[in-house]
């Protein structure tokens, strides 16, 4: 966020008749790129549409409803920071005060202990479900269909990529260091090199995902694709950029439909996790899957394996909770006995 003293410039009465024009208004003098200011604009609506619920405004709302947006946020918590700096500048123009005091917004950034603080500093530790699992190896295998040769071939590549996350467990870092010969045609296993020889591991690979990464071998040959990265950016062969991976992981699993339902992101580490899920499901001994995820010490993959068993546990509870939901809707649905047809005539 700019640091100018006059971030908020527009006149009280523009604030309190009409707060997105103001703000526009604001955003339309500033040197902000379109991407910028887009994300400025959807944070402040997002504040007004909380505001609107709650029956508020910029001129009545106090503590504790600003509290409960901000730690109702599924955001990380430096990104819960931003929201409230962008709150707390707007109001302290709105009140026209200098003193914190009058300022809600100050006093909550100001709180070491506030809830809103409870929010992870890093991603969460995240699982696919069962049927999100399986909607996305359905559209890993589905028809690329007529794609010119420059697209078919990224495509296919990027199908892999997300197999070797979500099956073989790799890192992002790792995926783009990979070779062509770390991987033996058939071999339920990709080597995962290492500066260090001793961290070098062998990570074991799904069915799926050798499948997968066979199909993508096929096609970079085909594609004359030079090089000998696993994964290259381009024909060239040189490697992927971290944010390029991003985004092509990203686009399959939107692709696949599952986001459509799911509201936290289907990140690399999250496929990396579900990995990890399936294996400790089979009964897969917690250490030996610390060795195919390349852990260190022990206690990493104890640690995710508790995780684990809690986030089961919480998938039990949501699914008992909606089956007694539903189960109550019926019965509410159904006839008494005295409104039953054998009752009508009472």
Request: aromatic content about 8%; charged content about 25%; overall charge neutral.
């Amino acid at each position: 966020m700019p640091n100018t003293s006059d971030l908020f410039d527009q006149q009280r009465a523009d604030w309190q008749a009409d707060p997105h024009a103001a703000f526009d208004a604001w955003l339309a003098q500033q040197a902000f790129r379109a991407s910028s200011a887009n994300v400025y604009r959807a944070q402040w609506g997002n504040f007004l549409e909380w505001l609107s619920a709650k029956r508020a405004t910029l001129h009545t709302v106090q503590r504790p409803v600003i509290e409960q947006f901000v730690a109702q946020l599924d955001i990380r918590r430096p990104q819960r920071m931003r929201y409230l700096r962008l709150i707390e500048r707007v109001l302290d123009h709105v009140r026209e005060v200098e003193s914190a005091a009058t300022n809600p917004a100050r006093f909550i950034a100001q709180d070491g202990n506030a809830a809103w603080r409870k929010a992870r500093d890093n991603e969460p530790t995240g699982f696919l479900t069962h049927d999100e699992r399986a909607l996305l190896v359905a559209h890993l295998f589905s028809p690329i269909g007529a794609l010119p040769a420059g697209q078919r071939w990224r495509e296919r590549r990027d199908r892999a990529l997300v197999a070797v996350f979500l099956g073989g467990g790799v890192k992002t870092g790792e995926a783009a260091q990979l070779a062509i010969d770390c991987y033996a045609p058939g071999a339920p296993y990709i080597t995962v090199d290492a500066s260090n020889p001793l961290l070098i591991r062998q990570a074991r690979l799904a069915p799926f995902a050798v499948e997968l990464l066979e199909n993508w071998i096929s096609e970079r040959k085909t594609a004359g694709i030079a090089g000998e990265l696993l994964f290259p950016a381009a024909p060239s062969g040189r490697s992927m950029h971290k944010a390029t991976m991003l985004r092509a992981i990203d686009a399959v699993v939107a692709a696949s439909g599952m986001a459509a339902s799911r509201v936290a992101r289907a990140s690399p580490q999250t496929l990396r996790n579900t990995y990890a899920a399936e294996l400790f499901e089979d009964g897969t001994d917690p250490d030996r899957v610390g060795q195919w995820l390349g852990f260190q010490q022990t206690i990493s993959v104890h640690r995710l394996h508790r995780a684990w068993q809690d986030w089961m546990g919480e998938q039990i509870r949501e699914r008992e909770l909606a089956q007694a939901r539903a189960g109550a809707a019926a019965d509410a649905g159904s006839p008494s006995p005295i409104d039953g047809p054998e009752n009508t005539h009472l």
